[in-house]
């Protein structure tokens, strides 16, 4: 479990630069998000859509977030990262367990993502939600090493 209290919320202005930060340490990787390096913090920071995005928050610092974006056809599509210190520590299930709630209370009636195929935590998370594949898509994303990687497609009916 996490040492200090991690808190679920929707983020605010302030987090913009952190938000952004997070987001670029984890295309550092190079493994679980499709964007890769560099990243332009400054410029995500001013950019970030704060409206649909939740953050956790660990003392005063912001260990993940995930963004919904609603679709006006009734699904939500979303995108998180947690922190890579703070992996595997419950902060994923927290930020979907409220992003269920959160989209449940907008009326939406499903939602939906797309993961790297060789992402087991990433699968693990959402299967323990109940999200089910729907689909593959076969050599979608090409990284810039050149590899052409896989994406499943998963939802999750609300
Ligand atoms: C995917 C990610 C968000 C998961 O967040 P997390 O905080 O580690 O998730 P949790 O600690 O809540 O774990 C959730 C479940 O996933 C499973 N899990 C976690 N880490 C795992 C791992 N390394 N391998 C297999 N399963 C794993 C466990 O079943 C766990 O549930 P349980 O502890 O109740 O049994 C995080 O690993 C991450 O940010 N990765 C990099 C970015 C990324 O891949 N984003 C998703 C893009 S689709």
């Keep these: ?12 202005d302030d987090d913009r630069l952190p938000l952004a930060v997070l987001f670029a340490a984890v295309a550092e ?19 970030w859509t704060l409206d ?59 939602l939906s993502l797309g993961v790297f195929a060789h992402n087991a935590a990433a699968i693990a998370l959402y299967r323990k939600f109940g999200f089910v594949q729907e689909g593959r898509r076969v050599k979608h994303y090409r990284r810039a090493s050149g590899e052409l990687w896989d994406s499943i497609e998963m939802g999750l009916l609300l």
């Design 52 to 110: 649909g995005t939740l953050v956790a928050v660990a003392g005063s610092e912001i260990v993940g977030s995930l963004h919904l974006d609603a679709s006006r056809h009734g699904f939500g599509e979303l995108g998180m990262a947690v922190a890579r210190d703070w992996r595997g520590r419950g902060v994923g299930s927290a930020l979907i367990a409220a992003a269920i709630e959160w989209a449940r209370e907008r009326g939406l009636h499903k």
């Design 1 to 12: 479990m996490p040492e200090a209290p991690l808190q679920v919320r929707p983020a605010s």
């Design 29 to 47: 990787e190079r493994d679980g998000i499709a964007t890769e390096p560099p990243v332009d913090v400054e410029a995500r920071a001013v950019s």
